[in-house]
């Protein structure tokens, strides 16, 4: 019987380290990322300033500064003189103006040239080019997403994951820094990712996972650029109770599992959100760094409990990157010739392969 088109995973040369750097320029490059929460804590509480740090670090390495005016406004700037070079902020603070510490070019924080010095009397200077280039930055509550030439707008993302999330008080998410943890996984990023989205290893790979989960009712969907699985709590399992109207309304969530393309996963809980930011470090090499945010009351109870929960999750997170790094050491084999998906528990993990192949093909 002959297959359809399209019905086998992605071709592992697809993964090899020939093709890392077209997955770096064509996919990661032009994808929205999390800030990491470390720079927009470092920005001043109050009043005009500026923190720098970079986009997807130990990939892009985009040098960015996130700033705020007098007015409020945020911005993400390129961290990047745009006469010679120069990295333009070395240190959050508070600040009103940038002053480049090469030769001395002076910017707004809305990134706008407003000197130079060697070049006056020059005609049409400053021109577009000698302001700093704005880069796409976005939020869900108090998380920041950053891009430098994203495919699609940040809402395209995030939409679908308000029209679940929406009536959650995410005003009231605060990050748990004691709780950020880095993982590294010895594995390509997009086999840590074709992992999360299926949950057809579930049983095999996580029994606690399994025992608080009602696999029967587990579901996947499709999003335009992402994917949603939705678990639904076994009895005695704390659970959101989603309002009436809502898409899982009188069904008891122990989590939503957003994948936002193309390597972002916000996990949603009772509790709050925890996030997975993947960092490509190489062909077979990734760090995984996760973030805590709550919406529950400071308080010793509070943070004892969630360093709990935590604590049960990063139990499956080493269950999945051992057998990620597990699938790292078969995929170059010669023998194998990439797997049919299964027709169930797979499909997000199909949806992401003909996302990556679309971003893959020439304009
Ligand atoms: S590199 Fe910034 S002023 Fe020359
Ligand atoms: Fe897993």
């Given at each position: 019987m002959s297959e359809p088109a399209g019905d086998r995973m992605l071709p592992a040369d697809r993964l090899s380290p020939a093709a890392y750097g077209a997955l770096v320029e064509r996919v990661l490059a032009r994808g929205w990322h999390l800030l990491d929460p470390e720079i927009g804590a470092a920005l001043?509480?109050?009043g005009p300033g500026v923190a720098p740090g970079a986009l997807l670090p130990g990939c892009l390495d985009e040098p960015v500064l996130l700033s705020r005016d007098a007015e409020g406004a945020e911005r993400l700037l390129?961290?990047?003189?745009?006469?010679?070079a120069a990295l333009l902020v070395d240190a959050p603070g508070p600040s009103k103006r940038l002053r480049c510490p090469y030769h001395g070019r002076r910017f707004g924080l809305d990134g706008r040239c407003e000197a130079a010095p060697?070049?006056?009397?020059?005609?049409?200077?400053?021109?577009?080019?000698a302001h700093l280039p704005q880069l796409g930055l976005g939020s869900l509550g108090p998380l920041r997403f950053g891009a430098i030439?994203?495919?699609?707008?940040?809402n395209a993302l995030l939409d679908p994951v308000l029209e679940r999330i929406?009536?959650?008080?995410?005003?009231?998410l605060r990050p748990v820094p004691a709780l950020h943890q880095d993982h590294l996984v010895a594995a390509h990023w997009a086999l840590y990712l074709d992992n999360y989205l299926e949950g057809l290893h579930i049983p095999f790979v996580h029994p606690a996972l399994n025992a608080a989960l009602d696999m029967g009712a587990y579901q996947d969907h499709r999003l335009p650029f992402g994917t949603l699985q939705i678990g639904i709590a076994e009895v005695g399992q704390r659970a959101m109770l989603p309002p009436p109207g809502h898409p899982e309304a009188g069904q008891r969530v122990l989590a939503w599992y957003f994948w936002l393309f193309p390597c972002t996963m916000l996990n949603i809980y009772p509790w709050g959100i925890s996030v997975n930011a993947v960092q490509p470090l190489g062909p077979a090499a990734s760090r995984v760094r996760f973030s805590t945010w709550t919406w529950e009351p400071e308080g010793a109870a509070t943070e004892a409990a969630l360093a709990a929960a935590v604590q049960g999750l990063h139990q499956t997170e080493v269950e999945d990157e051992q057998v990620v790094a597990r699938v790292q050491r078969g995929i170059g084999a010669r023998a194998y010739r990439g797997g049919r998906y299964a027709p169930v528990r797979e499909d997000g993990l199909r949806h992401f392969h003909q996302l990556l192949t679309r971003a893959l093909a020439p304009d």
């Open positions: 001043p509480d109050a390129s961290n990047v003189c745009t006469h010679r060697g070049f006056e009397g020059l005609a049409g200077f400053p021109g577009p080019d030439a994203p495919m699609m707008p940040l929406g009536w959650l008080p995410l005003d009231r």
